[in-house]
């Protein structure tokens, strides 16, 4: 059993206010001269990667205690090489693992690229072009989520003139665009600054994005 999957522990509801996904991205990378995956990418469409992340989300919503893993076998099927059907942008907050709010997904499904506010850096936007273009994930999906502390502090930076040590102000900056842009819409500031936020992220990855 997946036993990290306790209902009621980190508020799923609230966690996933906005949905599955923030921004969907279908990579249209050519394969040409690009070292391929030792395993053949799973045949999955991008529509149908994208429901079944849906599904998952779904079912850890409504069905924690049923989200399965089964290690064991899994690690022997990815030995040789791996082939992930979605690759996932996501914030570093310790209460969003894509893995589990996805339905409870086994090691060699998803790939993952994970910074505090789900942001587009160099590093980032390498990591997805690898997962598209090497692994041949057929979607890119950025993960917003309700009370997101980056997305919060760079709010207070636009409400607040606030101010953070070290890297922690530069690492926001590009987060204070999207706040401006929304500072003035109805509802929770900080969440509405968050989904646009990844948006605009889709966008960086190079393609377009589809809020929900």
């Given at each position: 059993m997946c036993n990290?999957?306790?209902?009621?522990?980190?508020?799923r509801r609230?966690?996933?206010?906005?949905?599955?996904?923030a921004?969907?991205?279908?990579?249209?990378?050519?394969?040409?001269?690009?070292?391929?995956a030792?395993e053949?990418p799973k045949?999955?469409?991008?529509?149908e990667?994208l429901a079944?992340l849906?599904e998952?989300n779904?079912?850890y919503?409504?069905k924690?205690e049923?989200?399965?893993?089964?290690?064991?076998?899994?690690?022997k099927?990815?030995?040789g090489?791996?082939a992930?059907w979605?690759t996932?942008i996501?914030?570093?907050?310790?209460?969003v693992?894509?893995?589990?709010?996805?339905?409870?997904r086994?090691v060699g499904?998803?790939f993952?690229?994970?910074?505090?506010g789900?942001l587009?850096s160099?590093?980032t936007?390498g990591?997805?072009?690898y997962?598209?273009a090497?692994l041949?994930s057929?979607?890119?999906?950025?993960l917003?989520h309700?009370a997101?502390?980056?997305?919060k502090?760079?709010c207070?930076?636009?409400?607040?003139?606030a101010?953070y040590?070290g890297a922690?102000?530069?690492?926001?900056e590009?987060i204070?665009p999207?706040?401006l842009?929304?500072?003035?819409q109805?509802?929770?500031?900080t969440?509405?600054?968050?989904a646009?936020?990844?948006?605009r992220t889709a966008g960086q990855?190079?393609g377009?994005?589809?809020?929900?």
């Amino acid at each position: 059993m997946c036993n990290l999957c306790e209902d009621g522990r980190i508020g799923r509801r609230d966690v996933l206010r906005f949905g599955v996904a923030a921004g969907l991205v279908a990579m249209g990378f050519g394969g040409a001269g690009a070292a391929r995956a030792a395993e053949a990418p799973k045949a999955l469409t991008p529509d149908e990667a994208l429901a079944a992340l849906k599904e998952g989300n779904a079912r850890y919503v409504a069905k924690p205690e049923l989200c399965v893993l089964d290690l064991n076998e899994a690690r022997k099927s990815v030995a040789g090489g791996q082939a992930p059907w979605a690759t996932v942008i996501a914030c570093a907050d310790s209460r969003v693992p894509p893995e589990l709010i996805f339905g409870g997904r086994g090691v060699g499904e998803l790939f993952v690229a994970r910074n505090a506010g789900s942001l587009a850096s160099a590093a980032t936007l390498g990591t997805v072009e690898y997962g598209a273009a090497v692994l041949g994930s057929p979607v890119i999906v950025v993960l917003a989520h309700s009370a997101c502390g980056a997305v919060k502090a760079a709010c207070d930076v636009v409400t607040a003139n606030a101010t953070y040590p070290g890297a922690i102000g530069p690492m926001i900056e590009p987060i204070v665009p999207a706040a401006l842009a929304v500072r003035d819409q109805p509802g929770d500031f900080t969440d509405n600054a968050a989904a646009e936020s990844a948006r605009r992220t889709a966008g960086q990855s190079g393609g377009s994005s589809s809020g929900t």
